[in-house]
């Protein structure tokens, strides 16, 4: 919470509040309050007499930011006479948004910035300046297939610089709410300290409009996240016009941050305005002016702005004075004021904080570029905007040097006064940033005694059981037990995982004010400060988020955690693939559990809880390793993998994504020498004279195994059933292999016709038809699911015994 700077008048507010309520009732004491919470004075929060003094050496700053301005100019339009394109536009607005961060407060030791995707190329510039990037590697932007820079921040293309990725647009301020909790988490589990640690995130203020932008703030506030930074760069433009034509978007983000508790910081105009902002009728004009007029502003004339703006306004200042300070005079283009907003927001205790900042975008790229609409696809400049622009940023380039094809890159020379002060102050600040380490220590592999009782079988139930009994037995290790970080948006219960209540605990930073209603209970509900579970409560997209955060928690913390992230599988793959492939570009490492899965094991629930799509979703994912065991014996087999391939030795920068089904069944136990049929996708399950070979996945094996018997029984016929742990997989190594693929070499010797069948559509099979070489049938569940009995459902979709049968029968003939 904020200090009270007046507690008397505080007392006096609330005093006026209470008469009016008395008077005029609640209805019109809320109205007042909705009206001052809405709105606001467009003025700076810290004025230019409270600024704290400046740290650095402004002039040789100037000089640091004029040459990455230059170079990311140059990098785009270099890049652009071979069709590459670029975006120069962003970065122009926000260099000093970066620039101040950069000398005096990003910690290279400590912090996490989410960099706005499309001002990559300022953050190339200034790597290059440091020392850490070279001339040819600026010449390949966006030429990877020749070793280049990729278009925005991916890990995986940059596994030693950039972070996190931040297109696509909103999850970038998604995931730092979560990254910025997950750090919190793992200092209060005693995990690591991360007190010291800050989270920047660097937006644009267009996209703030997607959803998952804005959908975790009051998870930072109800957790008094004040290890949390939002820069939103207010340059009014989205790609294609003004964010906000008709409104106002400063005011309409300012409504939402408070709202939902954030401290917010406005750093709007340049210190120039300060005379003029002395006028309240000019701050009330500016208040009601829609960010479409003001656009205009910025792009037009001082006579035009005079007479709409000023009008009947006494202003001592000539057109030409106005024309450049309501043009360009903006906070976020002064380093005083963006260092006296970062200053305020760090300073801030108790919550997170937003800062507003306002630019131009395309700022110092020239009146071409400078607030128009289309300056987001204006891919280069010509060598006149080059030598404007040379003559605004001063730099020492002669007409010679722009008189070929291309601008020239520029650089100071590494002991020149600027190369010495980019790497004093990165020093000073812990080292480079943007910088990824993957300091990985591998994990012990757990011990034997965890998975042998899925190995022995015998129990009756379903495959999300046997996993979550798994991983109950494997949080117990002594070693790496800690690590594990079970991840469920909402209904644990379903999932079979109130006994991890009572000894792992739920986490929350406030710990457990309230008596449980369940408190009598052995199992009740029990929330901790060192809490190990996160419920999430009903959001895939938060969940996702703090998947990722512990998924690559080995790199952005050297700690390596263990996360599963257990869901209905209808509302994963499908509800949150984006994050998904986010998580694959931040190199994250865990378990994904698509609980529930199939088309016709969810009864009752009809269409969109039933889903049989999300195995065809993920084996697009070339990080993702798919599976859909059958019994809870390979679901061991599986983790245990995982877990060798993921955290032991080799540390491989893939995911796992099971789909477990909540359907109770026979375990049988594991037979001899399957291992490697499991993990590689296919083994023979149940042998029966091969006259025909049902492949079957998931709960399908089941349907499989009733069909066999039925053909025995009823015609003779001897079939054999064979459990397919992974289509994707067994598709994968068909396609990679130069000599004969597993899927043939395990069926080798197996005559007859195949018939294969899921609780998936067709398509989810059909992956593996091509290597088949004989007969081919594939059953499954296309189209929408429906709520009935799970026996009508199959019969429905023809997945069902007797349908199984009936293919095999016809195939035969």
């Known amino acids: 919470m904020e200090r009270d700077l007046d507690p008397q008048e505080t007392a006096e507010w609330l005093e006026s509040l209470e008469a009016v309520r008395r008077a005029a009732g609640h209805e019109r004491a809320e109205f007042l309050l909705r009206r001052l919470a809405t709105s606001s004075r467009p003025v700076n929060t810290v004025p230019t007499a409270e600024e704290p003094a400046y740290p650095g050496d402004l002039e040789l700053e100037e000089r640091i930011a004029a040459y990455d301005r230059w170079n990311a100019a140059a990098m785009v339009t270099r890049g652009s006479k071979l069709g590459l394109g670029g975006h120069m536009a962003t970065y122009a607005s926000a260099a000093w948004l970066y620039e101040v961060g950069f000398n005096h407060f990003f910690h290279g030791t400590d912090d996490q910035v989410y960099f706005q ?63 910025a909790r997950f750090n919190r988490y793992l200092h209060n589990r005693g995990i690591k300290d991360t007190s010291h640690s800050h989270v920047w995130a660097f937006l644009g203020d267009g996209e703030m409009d997607e959803p998952e932008a804005t959908a975790a703030l009051t998870l930072a506030a109800r957790e008094g996240l004040d290890n949390l930074t939002f820069v939103i760069n207010c340059n009014l433009q989205r790609l294609d016009g003004p964010v906000r034509g008709n409104t106002s978007v400063v005011q309409e983000l300012e409504s939402v941050f408070r ?14 305005w300060d005379d003029l902002l002395r006028s309240d009728e000019l701050v009330a004009r500016l208040a009601e002016t829609p960010d479409g007029q003001f656009q205009t502003y910025a792009a037009s004339t001082g006579a035009y702005i005079r007479e709409r703006l000023f009008h009947g306004l006494d202003v001592p200042y000539s057109d030409d004075d106005l024309r ?144 979550v009994r798994l991983v109950k037995d494997l949080m117990k290790e002594p070693e790496t037990g800690r690590r594990w970080v079970p991840i469920v948006p909402d209904e644990a219960r379903t999932f079979g995982m109130e006994s991890l209540f009572p000894t792992a605990k739920i986490y929350s930073p406030l710990g457990q004010r309230y008596d449980a209603v369940d408190r009598e209970l052995l199992l009740s509900y029990k929330e901790a400060v060192d809490g190990q579970i996160l419920i999430e409560g009903i959001t895939e997209a938060g969940s996702m988020a703090s998947f990722t955060a512990a998924a690559s928690s080995y790199a952005t913390h050297g700690e390596a955690m263990i996360p599963f992230y257990i869901f209905y599988s209808m509302f994963g793959w499908q509800r949150t693939g984006d994050q998904m492939w986010a998580l694959a570009d931040q190199l994250g490492r865990g378990f994904l559990i698509g609980a529930t899965a199939g088309r016709t094991t969810m009864t009752g629930e009809g269409l969109q809880h039933a889903d049989g799509h999300s195995q065809l979703l993920a084996s697009a994912n070339p990080a993702c390793l798919a599976y859909d065991p059958a019994f809870g014996y390979e679901v061991g087999v599986i983790v245990r993998e995982g877990l060798r391939r993921m955290y032991g030795e080799a540390g491989e920068d893939v995911f796992y994504y099971l789909t477990l089904y909540n359907e109770p069944l026979p375990q049988p136990a594991m037979p001899e020498g399957v291992e490697e049929g499991i993990l590689k996708g296919l083994y023979r399950y149940s042998a029966n004279g091969g006259a025909a070979h049902l492949l079957a996945s998931g709960t399908a094996i089941h349907w499989a195994l009733a069909a066999q018997r039925l053909l025995q029984d009823e015609y003779g016929l001897g079939v054999d059933v064979w459990s397919v742990t992974s289509w994707s997989e067994l598709r994968r190594e068909a396609m990679a292999t130069s000599g004969v693929p597993y899927l043939q070499q395990a069926m080798a010797g197996a005559e007859g016709p195949v018939v294969a069948v899921s609780d998936w559509m067709r398509a989810v099979p059909d992956q593996i038809q091509p290597w088949i070489g004989r007969p081919w049938t594939s059953l499954g569940t296309d189209g929408f699911g429906l709520s009935d009995t799970r026996e009508a459902a199959r019969r429905h979709f023809g997945v069902d015994p007797r349908s199984i049968a009936d293919a095999v029968l016809k195939a035969v003939e």
């Open 117 to 179: 995707g499309h001002a990559s190329p300022g953050v190339y510039a200034r790597a290059f300046l440091e020392g850490r990037l070279s001339e040819a590697q600026l010449d390949l932007f966006r030429r990877e297939t020749e070793g280049g820079l990729p278009s925005y921040p991916h890990p995986r293309a940059m596994p030693g610089f950039w972070q996190f990725p931040t297109v696509s647009m909103g999850l970038g301020p998604l995931n730092a709410v979560y990254q």
């Open 259 to 272: 709202g939902a508790g954030w401290h917010v910081v406005k750093a709007l105009w340049g210190q120039e």
């Open 324 to 467: 450049r300070i309501v043009g360009g005079s903006r906070a976020g283009h002064e380093p005083r004021k963006v260092h006296a907003a970062y200053r305020r927001a760090l300073d801030h205790r108790g919550g997170p904080t937003v800062i507003l900042v306002q630019t131009v975008k395309g700022w110092t790229l020239g009146a071409g570029v400078e607030a128009r609409n289309a300056n987001h696809q204006m891919k280069k400049l010509t060598q006149d905007e080059f030598r404007s622009m040379r003559d605004r940023l001063g730099l020492p380039v002669s007409d010679e040097a722009l008189s070929g094809e291309l601008p020239p890159y520029l650089h100071p020379g590494p002991g020149s006064p600027e190369a010495r002060y980019l790497a004093e102050r990165r020093a000073a600040l812990g080292g480079p940033i943007p910088h990824r380490t993957a300091a990985y220590r591998p994990l012990p592999p757990p011990a034997d005694k965890p998975f042998q009782s899925l190995a022995k079988g015998g129990a009756r139930i379903a495959t999300t059981m046997a996993f």
